[in-house]
């Protein structure tokens, strides 16, 4: 069965209304990927957070970028010398390599990020340009009863 994305028809909605509706539409065209768990909130009126958890992951591990509307953040996890000397009986901490895309609405910047704790916390924010914003316009009040009219001046010819 096909999935119908119908997400470019919502051009129209402001904000990070859309970047909700694609985050949910991009997870479920990964084939159900579920690794690594992230959560998306909201922290101010133009700032978001999203959050991902990469326990085992140092910071020269995992890279973050930016490019054209589009949040890249890939793990990939190094050798470790000492792992030829142990045995593991069970692995539940996963440090497999992974890389998670998400699509940013227009005017998204990504503001930061840190990793603290084994959660990764990646600063988004909205800055709309001044042109796009609405701006209001004053209404200037016509006097009652009187008319200008401009006059044309009639040149010698």
Do not use: W
Request: aromatic letters at 8%.
């Amino acid at each position: 069965m096909r999935h119908v994305d119908f997400s470019p028809l919502y051009r129209s909605t402001v904000g990070f209304d859309r970047l909700f509706t694609m985050l949910d539409s991009l997870n479920q065209l990964d084939g159900g990927q579920t690794y690594p768990p992230y959560n998306i909130e909201r922290t101010g009126e133009y700032a978001y957070r999203i959050t991902m958890a990469v326990a085992g992951f140092t910071e020269d591990e995992i890279s973050v970028e930016a490019h054209r509307n589009v949040l890249t953040i890939r793990g990939e996890k190094r050798e470790d010398k000492n792992e030829d000397e142990r045995e593991v009986l069970y692995r539940g901490i996963a440090s497999r390599t992974f890389e998670r895309r998400f699509q940013l609405a227009d005017h998204v910047e990504v503001s930061g990020a840190v990793l603290r704790d084994g959660l990764l916390h990646i600063e988004l924010t909205r800055n709309i340009p001044e042109e796009l914003k609405p701006r209001r316009i004053p209404i200037t009040r016509v006097g009652t009863g009187e008319a200008k009219q401009l006059e044309a001046t009639k040149q010698a010819a």
